[in-house]
Nanobody
Framework: EVQLVESGGGLAHTGGSLRLSCRASGLPFDDSTIGWFRQVPGKEREGVAAISPTDGDTYYEDSLKGRFTISADNAENTVYLQMTRLEPDDTAVYYC????????????????????WGQGIQVTISS
């Protein structure tokens, strides 16, 4: 069974930072693609960032480049999302997602329709 367990969410102030973690199990981490999405009530879920741990390729939502950084610790089967210069518009439920393919194909597949989802974690940015 594939499990994606998110942690690290919570409350931060505008301009602050948070780091989200997603620990994956039940799938070959090195041959998968892991990413983050977020959703605000009443809006569609949107892609944030994704990484292919086997080669380190990353992909970001254009508007978040420079503020958010995705990374992977292959030894810990964990993907991190470092979020900086946070804004109230970053308030959302953040979901970890995974796709059981890697490389550029995996990044594309994950961005379109991931195979697996975590439960989601709330991030709230106060103004």
């Amino acid at each position: 069974e594939v499990q994606l367990v998110e942690s690290g969410g919570g409350l931060a102030h505008t301009g602050g930072s948070l780091r989200l973690s997603c620990r994956a199990s039940g799938l070959p981490f090195d041959d998968s693609t892991i990413g983050w999405f977020r959703q605000v009530p009443g809006k569609e879920r949107e892609g944030v960032a994704a990484i292919s741990p086997t080669d380190g390729d990353t992909y970001y939502e254009d508007s978040l480049k420079g503020r958010f950084t995705i990374s992977a610790d292959n030894a810990e089967n964990t993907v991190y999302l470092q979020m900086t210069r946070l804004e109230p518009d970053d308030t959302a439920v953040y979901y970890c997602a995974a796709e059981s393919s890697s490389g550029k194909d995996g990044l594309l597949r994950l961005w379109v329709l991931p195979e697996y989802w975590g439960q989601g974690i709330q991030v709230t940015i106060s103004s």
